[in-house]
């Protein structure tokens, strides 16, 4: 069983958590691995070329020349593909991640914002209001009446007060 009241701790606290981590978001951190910028030098991989793909694998080569000059004209063909396609492949990368940080995150977090402040809200209103985890309801301390526990992440003030009344009425 726990009263309202420590769920509004536990709210108290996510949204602390999340002012925190807005604040972090906006700091412009240093980025690893694929979200990093790219960085001049040679292609991680043997010979420098991506994975070190072999070209002209499953190609038929029976009538082409013999010419090492044009195997070697393909590889290079080859990286430039491969290097052209690794370039686009961080720009767009690097676009969806620009949406994420400016766009996406903020909207979740002012989401987040509102529901954990309305959970603090009816906390201050209904300081009497508990809940059993366990059976999934919730009651006044001290009464006799029960109701399903709603998800607590979409009641509204208004919601909590007409529950409220529900559970007072005998």
Aim: proline share 5%; hydrophobic share 40%; with cysteine.
């Amino acid at each position: 069983m726990h009263s309202i009241q420590e769920l509004a701790a536990l709210a108290s606290s996510q949204l602390n958590q999340v002012q925190a981590q807005a604040g972090q978001s906006q700091a412009g951190q240093v980025r690893g691995g694929w979200e990093a910028e790219p960085r001049s030098g040679p292609l991680p991989g043997p010979g420098g070329f991506g994975g070190g793909a072999v070209f002209n694998r499953g190609y038929d080569t029976r009538g082409m020349s013999s010419n090492p000059l044009d195997a070697l004209g393909e590889d290079v063909a080859g990286a430039a593909i491969s290097a052209a396609m690794g370039f686009a492949a961080r720009a767009i990368s690097r676009r969806v991640e620009r949406t994420m940080t400016e766009r996406v995150m903020p909207t979740l977090q002012a989401r987040q914002q509102t529901v954990l402040q309305a959970q603090m809200e009816i906390a201050q209103r209904h300081p009497d209001l508990c809940a059993c985890m366990t059976d999934k309801v919730i009651f006044l301390a001290g009464g006799s009446r029960v109701l399903p526990m709603p998800n607590l992440m979409t009641v509204t003030v208004e919601q909590a007060d007409q529950m409220v009344a529900q559970l007072r009425d005998t």
